[in-house]
């Protein structure tokens, strides 16, 4: 069994509209959640999963969904090779509430843009809620993403970590097509 602490507002969206994103995930993973709507707590239980490893996607699905993913976003973890991120911002920035979202708005950027490109050169998913900034990507695509939103954390100039993103979309494009990066390179 695994516990997960969710947020009280993130519950309902881990049991859907009439169940459905729970059953969702209980049918993906081969598990049964138990959620505890009123405490915060949901558990997974793996004891008749077949698979394990899909009893550890359920709950890192259920990690994404209360960081703030879309259970959508977040069921896609059950494919091959998708991970979970959770970075803390007060890793980066202290305890201060203030310096927190100063640190955060850097990632979020002007309307969104910041976060938006991220996503749109990378093709993971990335979720700033509360103090942590969570990101949904498969092999490729995650350490990048990890590593501009790190940089941007470290106090790098925008426009170095927008480098930098342009510089890896030929890595992941190889990694996206099978190939060795340097076998696509060209």
Same mark, same amino acid.
């Given at each position: 069994?695994?516990?997960c602490k969710?947020?009280?507002? %993130? !519950?309902?969206?881990?049991i859907?509209?009439?169940?459905e994103? #729970?059953k @969702?995930?209980?049918?993906y993973?081969?598990?049964?959640?138990i959620?505890?709507?009123?405490s915060?707590?949901v558990?997974?239980n793996?004891?008749?999963a077949?698979?394990p490893v899909?009893?550890?996607k359920?709950?890192?699905v259920?990690k994404?969904?209360?960081?703030?993913?879309?259970?959508?976003?977040?069921?896609?973890?059950?494919g091959e090779?998708?991970y979970?991120?959770?970075?803390?911002?007060r890793d980066?920035a202290?305890?201060?509430q203030? %310096? !927190?979202?100063q640190?955060r708005?850097?990632?979020?950027?002007? #309307?969104? @843009?910041t976060?938006e490109?991220?996503?749109?050169?990378?093709?993971?998913?990335?979720?700033v809620?509360g103090?942590t900034?969570?990101v949904?990507?498969?092999?490729?695509?995650?350490?990048v993403?990890v590593r501009a939103i790190?940089?941007l954390?470290e106090?790098?100039?925008h426009?170095?970590?927008?480098?930098?993103?342009?510089?890896?979309?030929?890595?992941?494009?190889?990694?996206?097509?099978g190939?060795d990066?340097?076998?696509?390179?060209?």
């Open positions: 069994m695994i516990y969710v947020p009280k507002e %993130r !519950i309902a969206v881990i859907g509209s009439n169940g994103v #729970r @969702k995930i209980e049918d993973g081969g598990i049964r959640l959620v505890g709507s009123d915060g707590e558990v997974v793996m004891e008749e077949e698979d899909m009893g550890l359920a709950a890192d259920v994404a969904i209360a960081r703030g993913f879309t259970p959508d976003q977040a069921l896609r973890l059950f090779e998708m979970l991120t959770i970075i803390d911002v980066f202290g305890k201060g203030k %310096r !927190i979202r640190v708005a850097r990632v979020i950027g002007r #309307r969104g @843009k976060r490109l991220i996503e749109e050169l990378t093709g993971a998913d990335v979720s809620y103090n900034i969570s949904i990507g498969d092999v490729a695509e995650s350490p993403a790190t940089m954390l106090g790098s100039e426009s170095s970590v927008y480098h930098y993103l342009e510089g890896q979309r030929q890595y992941i494009w190889a990694a996206e097509m190939l990066y340097y076998e696509g390179r060209e």
